[in-house]
């Protein structure tokens, strides 16, 4: 079974702090998102990544930053934290394979909150 | 762009109804379409899905129909369970990405 684990279930932060999420998948995927999921707007797309050191801009990349270093993880950047960053964030990754070109597997979340 | 709507939630209803959550998207050419699911304090996972119209997805007794003339992919179960609690999303493939609902919620009372 894929499995992608995100470090964080719960995760406190102050306002102006640095904050790392990060997210590890061990199936080999070489595409992985980043997803903010909000009350009555699903999920909005931060930023993805096709393959190591590459990323590309999401919906709603303002206020984030991400790295791809090695295959398997992908780190979630807030340079700033700040309150209306306060959400659920979901990784997800994806084979880049012809028969099943779009299906994503995703992580349990984690819950950020910035006070 | 593309995007989709769903039925608006809450959903709650009795165990072993009739279940159905309304699906309409908007897209340029023939997206494939998703059904994913989300159970309490779990990521997402795939449902079931149809890549081409009059395709028929189904998984868990839960089904879905590309119809491409009224552009919907409405989600049906003739009887719910108590397990099938969750939220559920509506989901197009956009131009290299996922395309979201936002979200119904649904539960189900014994």
């Known amino acids: 079974d894929v499995k992608v684990t995100q470090s964080s279930r719960y995760l406190v932060k102050r306002t102006g702090e640095k904050v790392f999420l990060e997210c590890v998948q061990d199936m080999d995927h070489e595409n992985m998102f980043w997803y903010r999921q909000d009350p009555g707007l699903g999920l909005r797309l931060i930023y993805f990544s096709y393959d190591v050191k590459m990323k590309e801009k999401g919906d709603i990349p303002e206020g984030y930053s991400v790295s791809r270093e090695k295959k398997e993880r992908f780190s979630l950047i807030l340079e700033s934290a700040s309150t209306n960053q306060t959400s659920m964030y979901l990784c997800?990754?994806?084979?880049?394979?012809?028969?099943?070109?779009?299906?994503?597997?995703f992580g349990p979340g984690t819950r950020l909150t910035v006070t | 762009g593309d995007s989709v709507t769903q039925m608006e939630g809450p959903v709650t209803l009795s165990e072993e109804a009739f279940l159905t959550i309304n699906c309409t998207y908007t897209?340029?050419?023939?997206?494939?379409l998703f059904w994913y699911v989300q159970y309490p304090g779990e990521g997402l996972q795939l449902l079931l899905k149809a890549t081409k119209a009059d395709d028929k997805g189904s998984n868990k007794g839960f089904e879905a129909t590309y119809r491409k003339e009224t552009t919907s992919f409405h989600l049906e179960k003739g009887s719910v369970q108590v397990s099938d609690s969750a939220v559920y999303f509506c989901?197009?493939?956009?131009?290299?990405?996922?395309?979201f609902g936002q979200g119904t919620r649904l539960t189900i009372n014994p």
């Open positions: 997800a990754s994806r084979l880049r394979d012809f028969l099943n070109p779009y299906e994503q597997y």
């Open positions: 897209a340029t050419g023939y997206p494939s």
């Open positions: 989901v197009i493939q956009g131009a290299q990405k996922l395309v």
